[in-house]
C-alpha cells in the first residue's frame, strides 16, 4: 500500500442554496481542482459521496453527469452511499484507489441537496435507513437520540445542561467559520428552553436541514511535493458497522462500530489519544458527541458530559472538538459532511483555518451514517 | 390507527427469534448474534416488559401520528431479555414501568412515507402501561 496525501481541498457555503445537487457537486469539485492546481483532466478517480440525490430531486448518475461538467472525462467515477457517511465512505474509497496504485489522482465530492423538502420529508428520507419493525412505528433518527441521551443522562447521573454547553461550543466555533449555515451564538438558556423536538432534547440538540457539497483532492505521498509544499497524509483510515436494529445493542449508550473504527485507525496510524490535537465529530445530536468522544476513547463511559461542561472541548480547550462549528452549526448536507470534516482538519493542519486555528499536528474525524450503524474513523497528519 | 385491535383469535403474534446459542432478538432475522440460525419462534404478545426509555417525537414524518411517544421495553423470557422498540398508547410513560403489548392494525399511514406500501407490514404492537 502506498502513502496517500490530501493535497488539495474546498467546500462550498452551507446552508439554504439555490443550486441543485448537480450545482454544488460542481462547485466544490471546480473550486478543488482549482486549488490543487490540476487540470480536469489529470483526474484518475472521480468518486461521489451522495445520500439520496434520487429520493431527494430525482437525479441519479451524478457521478457521470459530475464528470462531464468538471471535464473530467474519461476518469473512473463510482457513487458512494453510506447514509450520513457517505462522505467519509467516499474518502475510504479514494484512499483506497490511491494507495491500492488504482490511481495517481483521485478527485472526491461529496454533496446533497436537502432544503427544497420540508423537515418532515427530509427526515422521512432519512428515517428509510431503518429496520422495516423500526419504520412502520415512525421512528426516525432524532428519536433515537431522544431514547439514547434519556438513557444516558439516567444511567450517568449526568446534568440536561451538559447537552446544551455542547450545542453552545458548536455555535460559537461556528461564527468564525464563513461556510457555516448558522454563524450565530447562542446562550446555554436558549438552548434549553427551545422546543421540544424529542423528549428530553430540543431543538438546539440537533442540526438543520442543509445543502452544500466539499471536495478533497488525493495522490500518492511520495508524489505530493509535485502539488503543494504543504499537505495532509492520511495515517489512519478504518471502517466499522453495528447492527441494523438500533434496540438490539446491548449497551445503548456504547457506539460499537466508533469504538471499532476508532480503534483500528489509531493502530494503522500509529498515533493514540494523546497525539491527537483536533477533532470533528459527527455531531448530528449533541448527545452524540458525547459518545463519539468516549467511544473513541478521549473520554471514559460517562464521563463525556464533564468535557462539555468544564471546556475540554472548546477551542482553547485541552482538546479542540469541532472547531468548524461541526454538523449543529455547520450544518449537515447529508453526503457532504464527511468530506467537509476532513476539509476542516486538512485546513488546520496546514495552519489555513483562519479564525478558527488552533495548534495542531494530528487530526481526526469520525462520520457515523444512521445511529452508529456504520462509522468511518480518519487520522491525518502534517507533512511538509 | 385505533388502540383497540381485534381480538385474541385474529391477533398475529409479536414474533421474535430463539438461535441455537439461546439469545433471541426481536425482530427475528436470518442469523443470530453469533451468527447461528434461528431454532424457534417466541411469541411476546402476551408477556410485559419493562420501559428501558422513551421518548416523545414532536417533529414526525409524513403519515406518523404527531406526537409520537416511542419506547424501548425490555422482556425477560426466563432470564433471556430482549428488547423492543415500539410506539405507546400513551405520553404517559417513565422508565421502569411495566408495560403490555397492544395490537394495532395500521401503526402509520402507508401510503404517506416515502417507503412503499407493499414492501413490509405496517401493523405491530404499541405498549401500554400495566395498572
Redesign the interface.
Known amino acids: 500500500m502506498r502513502d496517500v496525501a490530501i493535497v488539495g481541498a474546498s467546500m462550498t457555503r452551507f446552508g439554504v442554496r439555490d443550486g441543485w445537487v448537480m450545482d454544488l457537486l460542481a462547485e466544490a469539485g471546480g473550486d478543488c481542482i482549482a486549488d490543487t492546481g490540476i487540470g480536469p483532466d489529470d483526474i484518475e478517480h472521480l468518486y461521489v459521496s451522495n445520500m439520496a440525490s434520487g429520493?431527494f430531486e430525482g437525479q441519479t448518475g451524478v457521478p457521470n453527469a459530475l464528470a462531464h461538467d468538471l471535464g473530467a472525462i474519461p476518469a473512473y467515477t463510482q457513487r458512494v452511499d453510506q447514509t450520513s457517511s457517505s462522505g467519509a465512505a467516499g474518502i475510504y474509497a479514494a484512499w483506497q484507489s490511491v494507495a491500492s496504485g488504482a490511481s495517481d489522482l483521485t478527485l472526491l465530492v461529496g454533496g446533497e441537496k436537502m432544503t427544497h423538502r420540508t423537515?418532515?420529508?427530509a427526515?422521512?428520507?432519512i428515517?428509510?435507513l431503518t429496520?422495516?419493525?423500526?419504520?412502520?412505528?415512525?421512528?426516525?433518527l432524532?428519536?433515537f437520540a431522544?431514547?439514547?441521551a434519556?438513557?444516558y443522562l439516567?444511567r450517568y447521573d449526568a446534568p440536561r445542561e451538559a447537552l446544551g454547553h455542547v450545542a453552545v461550543k458548536n455555535h460559537r466555533n461556528g461564527v468564525d467559520n464563513p461556510n457555516a449555515q448558522f454563524r450565530k451564538e447562542i446562550t446555554l438558556e436558549t438552548a434549553l428552553s427551545s422546543?421540544?423536538?424529542?423528549?428530553?432534547?430540543r431543538l438546539y440538540d440537533f442540526c438543520p436541514v442543509t445543502d452544500g457539497a466539499a471536495a478533497l483532492a488525493m495522490v500518492p505521498a511520495e508524489h505530493a511535493h509535485s502539488y503543494a509544499d504543504t499537505f495532509a497524509r492520511v495515517t489512519g483510515i478504518a471502517g466499522a458497522t453495528d447492527t441494523h436494529?438500533?434496540?438490539?445493542r446491548a449497551d445503548?449508550t456504547h457506539m460499537g462500530a466508533v469504538a471499532e473504527s476508532g480503534r483500528e485507525a489509531f493502530g494503522m496510524s500509529g498515533h493514540d489519544h494523546a497525539d491527537v490535537d483536533v477533532v470533528e465529530l459527527h455531531d448530528m445530536f449533541t448527545i452524540l458527541e458525547l459518545m463519539q468522544l468516549e467511544a473513541l476513547g478521549f473520554e471514559e463511559p460517562g464521563e463525556a458530559w464533564e468535557a462539555a461542561m468544564d471546556g475540554r472541548t472548546a477551542r482553547d480547550g485541552e482538546l479542540p472538538v469541532n472547531t468548524s462549528g461541526g454538523l449543529k452549526s455547520k450544518g449537515h448536507p447529508l453526503g457532504a459532511s464527511g468530506v467537509a470534516q476532513v476539509v476542516e482538519v486538512y485546513g488546520q493542519l496546514l495552519d489555513e483555518a483562519g479564525d478558527r486555528q488552533v495548534d495542531a499536528d494530528v487530526g481526526l474525524t469520525c462520520n457515523v451514517g444512521g445511529f452508529g450503524n456504520c462509522v468511518i474513523t480518519t487520522v491525518m497528519e502534517a507533512s511538509a | 390507527m385505533s388502540d383497540d385491535g381485534p381480538g385474541d383469535r385474529d391477533r398475529p403474534p409479536m414474533t421474535a427469534a430463539r438461535y441455537a446459542d439461546g439469545s433471541v432478538t426481536y425482530p427475528p432475522h436470518p442469523v443470530g448474534p453469533d451468527g447461528s440460525e434461528p431454532v424457534a419462534e417466541v411469541d411476546l404478545s402476551a408477556q410485559e416488559a419493562e420501559v428501558v426509555t422513551w421518548t416523545t417525537s414532536h417533529a414526525t414524518p409524513p403519515g406518523v401520528r404527531e406526537p409520537n411517544t416511542l419506547a424501548i421495553v425490555e422482556f425477560d423470557l426466563d432470564g433471556s431479555p430482549v428488547r423492543a422498540l415500539g410506539q405507546c398508547t400513551t405520553d404517559d410513560v417513565a422508565v421502569g414501568d411495566t408495560v403490555e403489548p397492544v395490537y394495532v392494525p395500521e401503526l402509520r399511514d402507508p401510503d404517506a412515507g416515502i417507503r412503499e406500501r407493499e414492501s413490509q407490514r405496517w401493523d405491530g404492537y404499541r405498549f401500554r402501561p400495566v395498572e
Do not use: F, I, N, W
Not at chain 1, 422495516?132 to 426516525?140: C, D, L, N, R, S
Open positions: 429520493e423537515t418532515g420529508q427526515t422521512d428520507v428515517a428509510s429496520h422495516p419493525a423500526e419504520y412502520k412505528h415512525g421512528v426516525t432524532p428519536s431522544g431514547l439514547t434519556r438513557h439516567d422546543p421540544m423536538v424529542a423528549d428530553p432534547l436494529v438500533v434496540h438490539e445503548p
